[in-house]
């Protein structure tokens, strides 16, 4: 079952990479209390993922500052270490954007956003979406029909949608 406004999101694990290398991220820690922005992509380094998502948030993370977001979070199903080259690369990490990993895709697929691209080469990875979560429970949900398209989970929709 896919993931709906108003649902509380599942308690996972996900991993970032630290100072000492990867560690455990508990996102029910990161959303208790908080405004927190999540957006996933199907891969790191992807065209789509690259070129235009990441970017999209890049450009609007001072405005979901202003707007009492705490944290934008990006997830994909690559591994910690991926995520962490991809955070540098596009200048997310400077940007003040949390790169985790959720490289089992547990919690993809206990929100129900998991598919198989196998002509692409991808596996159990994540439809692209982008939502709004206040205290763990999910406000706004914002999904792309097809992986390759980032038009309603850009930075600049979830912004319109708030």
């Not at 959303?31 to 790191?44: E, H, L, N, W, Y």
């Not at 954007?97 to 089992?104: C, E, F, N, V």
Request: proline share 6%.
């Amino acid at each position: 079952m896919t993931i709906s406004i108003g649902d509380k999101l599942p308690d996972v694990t996900l991993a970032e990479m630290g100072a000492d290398g990867p560690g455990p991220v508990s996102l029910a820690d990161k959303t208790k209390d908080r405004k927190v922005v999540i957006f996933a992509v199907p891969g790191a380094f992807t065209p789509t993922c690259h070129s235009a998502h990441v970017p999209s948030f890049i450009r609007t993370k001072e405005q979901f500052d202003g707007k009492g977001v705490d944290e934008v979070i990006c997830v994909s199903v690559n591994d910690p270490f991926v995520m962490k080259a991809w955070g540098e690369a596009t200048g997310a990490e400077a940007a003040g954007i949390t790169m985790l990993s959720d490289a089992q895709s547990a919690f993809t697929t206990a929100i129900g956003m998991n598919f198989d691209a196998p002509p692409a080469g991808l596996m159990a990875r994540s439809k692209r979406y982008a939502m709004l979560v206040e205290d763990g429970t999910v406000t706004i949900l914002n999904e792309e029909e097809a992986p390759g398209v980032c038009e309603v989970s850009a930075g600049e929709s979830l912004l319109q949608a708030m």
